[in-house]
């Protein structure tokens, strides 16, 4: 099936320690995204990548790194510099180019909580 | 900086009361706008986009409109599947391909 795949669904993380969030996508996509999403305060961006070996800060980068070392994949490390990382991790992607048309397609999300 | 701001925060309907969430947002200029569903721990399903005022797109029981400086989701004779959270974000242009979102609608239809 065409689509993206986050994993893991739900992951709990030790105070201090770095965890790696999988997105994963078959639709040829150029631009991916990660968002996180905490009650009342809608979806904010943590990272974006246009094109393979390039991305972006978003609007809370911080205590966060990417790669993209390939077209289809988007790890998201959430470090132990993130001091609030208890949330719904959310990954996107896009076509590039003209954005007629285009339309922006979610994963189904990962919650990630601190213990 | 871009501004999305949505209202109500929760509406709670019952069958068949049409009723629309409304969607305000402050750009430097608009090159989307973006209306999403969402389900309690799944992530957000795409429903319609506008691009220039005045223009509507409908999908069953829903119907987007757009003016320069809101956009509202219609509602029409609603059923309890409609259940949700109603999100709304725009893409400005110079903003690349950045969605901005409101904290979206939660809609209740009940029996």
């Known amino acids: 099936d065409g689509g993206i795949t986050q994993s893991p669904k739900y992951l709990f993380r030790k105070e201090g320690q770095n965890v790696t969030l999988s997105c994963e996508q078959n639709l040829n996509h150029d631009a991916m995204y990660w968002y996180r999403q905490d009650p009342g305060q809608g979806l904010r961006l943590i990272y974006y990548s246009q094109i393979v070996n390039d991305f972006q800060k978003g609007d809370i980068a911080e205590g966060y790194s990417v790669s993209r070392e390939k077209k289809e994949s988007f790890p998201l490390t959430v470090t132990s510099a993130q001091k609030n990382p208890t949330a719904f991790y959310l990954c996107?992607?896009?076509?590039?180019?003209?954005?007629?048309?285009?339309?922006?397609?979610f994963g189904e999300g990962s919650w990630l909580t601190v213990v | 900086e871009d501004q999305v701001t949505q209202s109500p925060e929760a509406l709670r309907l019952q069958e068949g009361e049409s009723s629309s969430l409304n969607c305000s947002y402050t750009v430097s200029g608009l090159r989307g706008l973006f209306w999403y569903r969402q389900d309690p721990g799944k992530g957000p399903e795409f429903l319609f986009t506008?691009?220039?005022a005045g223009e509507e797109k409908e999908k069953e029981r829903l119907k987007a409109t757009l003016t320069k400086k809101e956009s509202f989701l219609h509602i029409t004779a609603p059923k309890p599947e409609d259940s949700a959270t109603y999100l709304c974000a725009v893409i400005a242009t110079g903003g690349g391909n950045k969605l901005t979102f409101g904290t979206g609608t939660q809609l209740k239809v009940e029996l």
């Open positions: 996107a992607s896009t076509t590039q180019g003209s954005f007629s048309g285009n339309t922006i397609y």
């Open positions: 506008l691009y220039s």
